[in-house]
């Protein structure tokens, strides 16, 4: 009797959280690299490939909030900047 693959709930929780960080901090397409041990830990191909194709989604999905996060924070800078020009100097 085959187990069921217990390991891939706790890792997507895992690389949810990993993902996010290295998205944030890179700023590049690159796998992220402390999803890796879990990733390695694997017990079948199978399982392995399943973890790295949601490593994968993980990161494309929160590069993408990371680039949507990365306009808002511009956005907010050029409005503070042009409110701060119409509040005169104390």
């Given at each position: 009797?085959?187990?069921?693959?217990?390991?891939?709930?706790?890792?997507?929780?895992?690389?949810?959280?990993?993902?996010?960080?290295?998205?944030?901090?890179?700023?590049?397409?690159?796998?992220?690299?402390?999803?890796?041990?879990?990733?390695?830990?694997a017990r079948?191909?199978?399982?392995?490939?399943?973890?790295?194709?949601?490593?994968?989604?993980?990161?494309?999905?929160?590069?993408?909030?990371?680039?949507?996060?990365?306009a808002e924070?511009?956005?907010?800078?050029?409005?503070?900047?042009?409110?701060?020009?119409?509040?005169?100097d104390r």
């Open positions: 009797m085959r187990r069921p693959l217990t390991l891939v709930p706790v890792a997507i929780t895992l690389l949810v959280g990993v993902a996010w960080l290295s998205a944030a901090c890179s700023g590049h397409r690159e796998p992220s690299h402390a999803a890796d041990a879990i990733i390695e830990k079948t191909p199978e399982e392995r490939r399943a973890l790295e194709r949601i490593r994968d989604e993980i990161d494309v999905e929160m590069l993408e909030s990371v680039r949507v996060m990365d924070i511009e956005t907010l800078r050029r409005e503070n900047e042009e409110l701060r020009k119409e509040v005169p």
